[in-house]
């Protein structure tokens, strides 16, 4: 069974960059049918949707965070990242880590394993 | 800017049926953007219950029931019961590779 887990700090200061790893258990992040992606839904607010990348290089991003953030994949360790960039209050939320099916995938579009959530603050 | 409607909270006896939908500012949603369902109970992962439109996932009863009704996407739990107590998001692909969430609908059933 495919698992994701995402990891990183739980407080990050103002200004600074959140960093965030989603490690892929149970399957690989080579999987060509298959992107992977991150998600955030600030408290007691509905889920954003942040950035995919494809293990091949493959990158989407939200518009709206474009510029301060990047996303990128360890295909040695099955992993991979965000980085968050110049984050405010506004970034406090819980961030998630899913796979996405790409264009020959059963599920293309659509997010289908997500990981359990990790919540990040940010301080002033 | 691409900004997809839900309803922010609904209500159903339990044995009902409710029909949640999800629309596109400016637009129609059509099979083409591909919008899929996803299942929130607090404090846990969430869990998508239809892809595709209208297909549902490995293991989801088939209470669950997505189509296009109209110029909106709709999400049908038929006979709800208390364990459908959750937040339900609709997430359209735009094909441009960007994926684009609803605010999310509170189900209430009582």
């Known amino acids: 069974q495919l698992q994701l887990q995402e990891s990183g700090p739980g407080l990050v200061q103002s200004s600074e960059t959140l960093s965030l790893t989603c490690t892929v258990s149970?399957?690989?992040?080579?999987?060509?049918?298959?992107?992977w992606g991150w998600i955030r839904q600030p408290p007691g607010k509905g889920l954003e949707w942040i950035a995919n990348?494809?293990?091949?290089?493959?990158?989407y991003y939200n518009p709206s965070l474009k510029g301060r953030v990047t996303i990128s994949i360890d295909t040695s360790m099955n992993q991979f990242s965000l980085k968050l960039r110049s984050v405010t209050a506004a970034d406090t939320a819980v961030y998630f880590c899913?796979?996405?099916?790409?264009?020959?995938?059963?599920?293309?579009?659509?997010?289908?394993?997500w990981g359990q959530g990790t919540l990040v603050t940010v301080s002033s | 800017q691409t900004v997809v409607t839900q309803e922010p909270s609904f209500s159903v006896s339990p044995g009902g049926t409710v029909t949640l939908t999800c629309g596109l500012s400016?637009?129609?949603?059509?099979?083409?953007?591909?919008p899929s369902w996803i299942q929130q109970t607090p404090g846990q992962a969430p869990r998508t219950l239809i892809h595709?439109?209208?297909t549902r996932s490995f293991g989801v009863p088939d209470r669950f029931s997505g189509s296009i009704l109209g110029n909106k996407a709709a999400l049908t739990i038929t006979g709800a019961q208390a364990d459908d107590e959750s937040d339900y998001h609709c997430?359209?692909?735009?094909?441009?590779?960007?994926?684009?969430f609803g605010g999310g609908t509170k189900l209430t059933v009582l």
């Open positions: 400016g637009g129609s949603v059509t099979i083409n953007n591909y």
């Open positions: 149970g399957g690989s992040i080579s999987n060509v049918n298959y992107y």
């Open positions: 997430v359209l692909f735009m094909g441009s590779g960007i994926s684009v």
């Open positions: 990348i494809f293990y091949g290089g493959d990158i």
């Open positions: 595709n439109t209208n």
């Open positions: 899913a796979r996405r099916g790409a264009r020959d995938a059963y599920n293309y579009g659509a997010f289908d394993f």
